[in-house]
Structure formats: C-alpha cells, structure tokens
C-alpha cells in the first residue's frame, strides 16, 4: 500500500534553513509527482508545489519561490523540501502528498503524517 | 488564484442528521479538457486530511456512500447522510483546475 513517511518535528532558530523528507513506499516513486502543502496552526492548507522525481522537474507556487526547494533521491525514494530564510511565518505542519493516478494531480489521495516545524530563537 | 469560499464556517449536527456545505469557486473550475477538479478532503482531530471526493462526485476507495459530491462550474455541495462520531473534523474542497492549487478554508463539523 501506499505510504508516505515524514521526518520528524524541527525546531529553527529565524534565518536559517530547514530540509524535511519524506520517504514513499508501495508504489514507484518515479512515476507519480510529490506535492507538498503547508497548514499554519488553526488555518487551512496552501499549497507548496511538487516535483516529478522521474526527471526532477518541479513547479511551484510563486508564493513560495525562494522559501521552498523541492528535490527528490530516486535511489531512496525519498522527496525533500528545503525552507530557507526561516521567519515566524513558516511555522506550521507541512505535509507531502500525491495524486492517485499517473500524470497530473487534480487531487491528493495519499497523504504523509506531517511534520511540524516550529521557527523560535 | 481561483479563491475557494466555504460555507458554514462551522455546523453541529445530531448523530443519524444529514449536512450539506457548500464550497464556491471564484472561477469555473471546468478544465479545458473537460473536467471539474473539484475535491473534498476531511481532516480529523491530529490527523492528515484524507480525500473524500474527487471530481465533484467520485468517492475515493473505501469511502462510504454516506457522502455524495455534486455540483458544476463554481458551485459544489457535499452531502454527509447518517452522520456518525467519526465524521467529526474539519472539512475541505479543493481545487485541482488551475495553478496554484488552492482550497477553501473549512467546515468544522460538531457532533450534537
């Protein structure tokens, strides 16, 4: 079955930067985009951008270009997401998650457990 | 961005009741090939959302008929029949028509 395991919850002091993984499981990871999406405390769920791990390719949000960079290592099936520059308005439960057919996703069917990141000094 | 408008903000319904709520989209969600990416995710107390209805009105696997999608163009309904304790949560559309992808900020639904 397919699963998506997050890493764990991050504490960042403002300024620096921050790399959360999930690794897929269950299916083949090169053959589906990874999505990710952010979920500020009490609020709803905006949408980060994906990656197509079969060829790297990835779009984005323009609200996030330059806070977020999607990569992803084939041989672990793993995607990752770096945030950068970290302010107060980064904390939040960030969440990877993919479609449920090949090529474009119009929907998240599979979803990662989230991972929290908290931006404190 | 397309905005997603949902309403109620939040409801409280009796075990057994019926609910709707409503999600408008400030643009046609009709894709250009055809489609309507519209999408209903329920997140539970501490969970991840889980995907309810694609498409308008397509379960996803395993979910229960208690709850049925319709609508077309910028107007959409969930209906959840025979409410039981675990529907509990906070309910979500989503659109999948354009880029970014964005959802509407959500229903809190109660249980009496």
């Known amino acids: 079955q397919v699963q998506l395991q997050q890493s764990g919850a991050e504490l960042v002091k403002p300024g620096s930067s921050v790399k959360i993984s999930c690794k897929a499981s269950g299916y083949t990871f090169t053959s589906y985009d990874m999505h990710w999406i952010k979920q500020q405390p009490g609020n709803g769920l905006e949408w980060i951008g994906w990656i197509y791990p079969g060829n790297g390719n990835t779009k984005y949000n323009q609200k996030f270009n330059g806070k977020a960079t999607l990569t992803a290592d084939k041989s672990s099936s793993t995607a990752y997401m770096q945030l950068s520059s970290l302010t107060s308005e980064d904390s939040a439960v960030y969440f990877c998650?993919?479609?449920?057919?090949?090529?474009?996703?119009?929907?998240?069917?599979?979803w990662g457990q989230g991972t929290l990141v908290t931006v404190s000094s | 961005d397309v905005v997603m408008t949902q309403t109620p903000v939040s409801l409280s319904v009796s075990l057994g009741g019926q609910v709707s709520i409503s999600c408008r989209s400030s643009?046609?969600?009709?894709?250009?090939?055809?489609?309507?990416?519209l999408s209903w995710y329920l997140q539970k107390p501490g969970q991840s959302p889980q995907l309810l209805i694609y498409k308008v009105s397509n379960r996803f696997s395993g979910i229960s008929d208690r709850f049925s999608g319709s609508g077309s163009g910028t107007d959409f309904t969930l209906k959840i029949s025979r409410v039981e304790p675990d529907d509990l949560g906070v309910y979500y559309c989503g659109q999948g028509t354009q880029y970014p992808l964005t959802f509407g900020s959500g229903t809190k639904l109660e249980i009496k």
């Open positions: 998650a993919r479609g449920s057919t090949m090529g474009i996703t119009h929907w998240f069917a599979y």
């Open positions: 643009q046609s969600l009709v894709h250009n090939n055809g489609n309507t990416y």
